[in-house]
């Protein structure tokens, strides 16, 4: 699979807070851009993903950005609350990050 | 519920012995994947299936792991002599999507959790 490394690994927030994580891929062919959200004892969620065509896309509190020249697209949440409290991960052709765990402080 | 359906939860086995996960992908989704997760990390590719096809394997899955998927519907993956390093969790994830292999959106289910004693 592709190379994807995300950052940070863990990321405290206060409630209200915005919160980026970002996502950078080795594969400049690479045209799907997911990001997934994961609770204990779930399997992993697509909360939203981008396609290479536009460079931006929001979802009420969550957005994708992409910058395809630098090879990487970030996770904007707005807002944050106490359920965005959970790991966040990014994924390539077949591969995944290695997670950051997001909580977000009362 | 019309999720992806796992089975068991959880497996608890001696080193050596072998065992067997199911998967039941959501209805009609041609993309069957298999992945593992240890704690930590996010999921490691093992394989794919499109409808009874397996295309992809990871240079992860060694000659003990073997998974099958005969009617293109669900699929099972079987591990034989277990290892105390196999112990991790089992992701399966369907998609509906025809294109390229890994470039579409991945519907998980809640896993195997396998613990080898």
């Known amino acids: 699979g592709e190379n994807v490394e995300q950052h940070p690994s863990t990321l405290s927030v206060q409630e209200g807070d915005s919160a980026v994580i970002k996502c950078t891929y080795s594969d400049s062919a690479s045209n799907y851009f997911p990001w997934y959200k994961q609770e204990l004892g779930k399997g992993p969620q697509l909360i939203i993903d981008?396609?290479?065509?536009?460079g931006e896309k929001k979802d009420q509190r969550i957005a994708v950005t992409l910058n395809k020249t630098a090879k990487h697209f970030s996770l904007h949440i707005t807002e944050t609350q106490p359920e965005d409290s959970a790991v966040y991960f990014c994924?390539?052709?077949?591969?995944f990050g290695a997670g950051t765990t997001v909580t977000v402080r009362a | 519920d019309t999720g992806v359906s796992q089975n068991p939860r959880h497996k608890i086995t001696k080193r050596g012995q072998n065992v067997t996960f199911r998967c039941d992908p959501i209805?009609?989704?041609?993309?069957l994947y298999w992945y593992r997760q240890t704690l930590g990390q996010g999921p490691e590719f093992l394989t794919y299936f499109q409808n009874e096809a397996q295309l992809e394997k990871s240079r992860l899955l060694s000659d003990r792991f073997s998974a099958e998927r005969p009617k293109g519907s669900f699929s099972t993956l079987e591990i034989q002599r277990t290892e105390q390093g196999d112990s991790a969790m089992y992701l399966c994830?369907?998609?509906?999507?025809?294109?390229?292999?890994?470039?579409?959106?991945?519907?998980f289910g809640s896993g195997t959790q396998l613990s080898v004693l």
């Open positions: 994830a369907s998609s509906p999507q025809p294109g390229t292999g890994g470039n579409e959106k991945l519907f």
């Open positions: 209805s009609e989704h041609n993309r």
């Open positions: 994924a390539g052709k077949l591969s």
């Open positions: 981008i396609r290479s065509n536009v």
